[in-house]
């Protein structure tokens, strides 16, 4: 086991993405985060909050739950579903920003993006991911990285956020050997 | 989970995971979208081998949405007409691929029969079987309940539900009760004598004549239809008197809590159980139930054909 982030690291990560994010969309005004269940959607909400200190104005915050157009549903068991929250104010026409934990074969993003063009047709669609670990099975690209970590198939990366786990940590861990 | 036949077979967490489910579906229902993917490629099967609107058109609306290809026969106009067994029927559906069969059948333990048998090997939904078991409609109650009483708690822990009326003849009656009560609920059943089967003092419930007493305390009310196409000997002197004992109206309506819901699973008899000016009063949630039933179906076809095919092992 391997410690990659800690708690300060994750926090300055965040706080990074956040200004980028500001910095990309010239202020926050047409700027909605989207969370993906159930850590991005913790991670949104901390970037929101972010970005609400250094703007001084509320960002409009929700979740969007992809389980509903996963194309892995017929592989496994029936999985629960998370709540879908659209802000008041929409999505269309503004820049939607999808944030999650960990972006690795792309597959969850692909979903989002179904799951998205649902609700409506934003501007453009961003992606803000704490941890890459690469891996890719898709044409798919992070717009705001926390942190690259070329990583190994047989190792898995475990997030951990404090208001799910009790406290913030990423970790790399190498599979149980079969 | 690879059935719904009955209640009894479902376990709390079971309940409370297709209620949830059926909650976030909801707010999928009330938004722009009403389709999603899900389900693409998957043939739903609605086998009704009796009359009935609301839960075919719901159970079709609701695999529609989720992208299922559905099918839909009637006995009338099929092969069950002329004869055909539920057995060839349903080596008929396997022979097609269906993965689900939502069957409505006028004989109690059809559907069991059907997924007891090999058949086929689809997931089988019950959708009314006799006089035995709706299970689809005691949980869109239950979440109609829970949407306006539950104070966002997963169950109905604290709740008082009375069901009124044709107890004996009604499915829904029997599977409203197992499912209130395996959620936390209190249920009183109300009817006449003549109308509640033998056993009923094992159901997990209280049973009264008076459906005065319990007006004040209840609350939620369910009416039930009376089944007169299943009522072959006298139940009841006539029908006014029927009305006068057991009918919800405007007088007993003002006796109950200002916020209890007043339920009907359809279709209804106005005028006999229940008025016409109750049913279409505010407190009456009985068009709610009918658009909450296509969420709670959805959810029934999600949570038994969105995972892995059972069956992938035995092709």
Redesign the interface.
Known sequence: MNVALSAEDISRALTRISHEILERNHGSANVVLLGIPTRGAHLALRVAEIMAKIEGTDIPCGTLDITLHRDDLRLRPPRAIMPTLIPASGIEGRDVVLIDDVLFSGRTIRSALDALGEVGRPKTVQLAVLVDRGHRELPIKADYVGKNLPSSLDQSIRVSLTEIDGRDEVVIENRKQS | MKHLLSIDHLTVQEAV?IL??AT??S??ND???K????LRGRTVVNLFAEDSTRTRISFEAAAKR?SADVINFSAKGSSISKGESLKDTAMTLQAMGADAVVIRHSASGAAQRLADNQWMSGAVINAGDGTHEHPSQAILDAFTIRKHLGKGASDLQGLHVAIVGDILHSRVARSNVLLLALLGAKVTLVAPPTLLPIGIEKWPCNVTYDFDSVLPVIDAVMMLRVQQERMTELFFPNAREYSRYYGLNAERMRKLKPTALIMHPGPMNRGLEISAEVADSARSVITEQVSNGVSVRMAIL??LL????LDVGSI
């Open positions: 995971g949830d489910t976030e579906l707010r999928v938004g722009q979208l389709k999603l993917p899900t989720l999600y949570v969105a995972g892995s095919p």
